[in-house]
């Protein structure tokens, strides 16, 4: 039981520091819930590590977890062609992939 609340503790953090992260860019992203997730998840670890290879411990915390977690939103939009304010011209919400 403690496996499965610990698992949702981190989901719900990846969710909000992935959210923080997409409210920071300007412009609509059309990524789900899971993609926000992930980009929070991965922002968080890599603000992590940074901070262990500086300080040797670990005192990033949120903020360095958001903006870790921006910089691969833009990262994101870059790869679909996109710019700082516009998310390219990837999938908008309601459109399907095969015509």
Do not use: K, Q
């Not at 609509?28 to 262990?52: C, E, H, K, N, Q």
């Amino acid at each position: 039981m403690d496996l499965i609340v610990y698992l949702i503790a981190i989901a719900l953090a990846g969710l909000v520091v992935g959210a923080l992260a997409r409210l920071a860019l300007p412009g609509p992203d059309p990524m789900g819930i899971l993609a926000t997730i992930g980009v929070g998840l991965a922002g968080s670890f890599v603000a992590g590590l940074v901070t262990m290879a500086i300080w040797g411990r670990n005192v990033g915390g949120i903020t360095l977890s958001i903006l870790f977690s921006t910089v691969i939103v833009y990262f994101i939009r870059r790869s679909r062609g996109g710019t700082l304010t516009d998310p390219g011209p990837g999938l908008r919400r309601g459109e399907r992939r095969y015509r």
